[in-house]
């Protein structure tokens, strides 16, 4: 992963969002992401398929949903990025991490 990769794949509000949002939750499926951003699916998969792509993201399919995690060989520069930035800019995606919490915890989850 070189430092251009890595910032051109974080160069869009949705990746960026996304990323925020999964690196606080620990994992989300897409039907989580859906929920926390207020967008259609096709948008969503696409958008983190990009950052699978990138090698940011590593994903996990369950049954019909996949999950996404923080690529687990992502370097350790790049990883201390996402989380400084999402420890720094909550504001940023806060309400859509809300609505994320609020579909992963409840008992008729999002999927």
């Known amino acids: 992963m070189n430092p251009c990769r890595f910032y051109?794949?974080?160069?869009?509000d949705i990746r960026l969002k996304s990323l925020m949002l999964i690196s606080q939750a620990g994992e989300a499926?897409?039907?989580?992401?859906?929920a926390a951003l207020e967008l259609d699916q096709p948008k969503v998969s696409r958008h983190l398929a990009e950052l699978r792509k990138c090698g940011i993201l590593q994903d996990e399919r369950r049954g019909k949903w996949?999950?996404?995690?923080?690529?687990?060989?992502l370097p350790n520069w790049a990883k201390e990025v996402i989380l400084d930035t999402?420890?720094?800019n909550k504001d940023y995606y806060q309400?859509?991490?809300?609505?994320?919490?609020?579909?992963?915890s409840?008992?008729?989850?999002?999927c």
């Open 86 to 88: 999402a420890k720094h």
């Open 29 to 34: 499926c897409v039907c989580d992401l859906m």
């Open 8 to 12: 051109k794949c974080l160069a869009d």
């Open 95 to 104: 309400a859509a991490l809300t609505r994320l919490k609020s579909c992963q």
């Open 106 to 110: 409840s008992t008729n989850n999002c």
């Open 66 to 73: 996949v999950f996404y995690h923080i690529h687990p060989t």
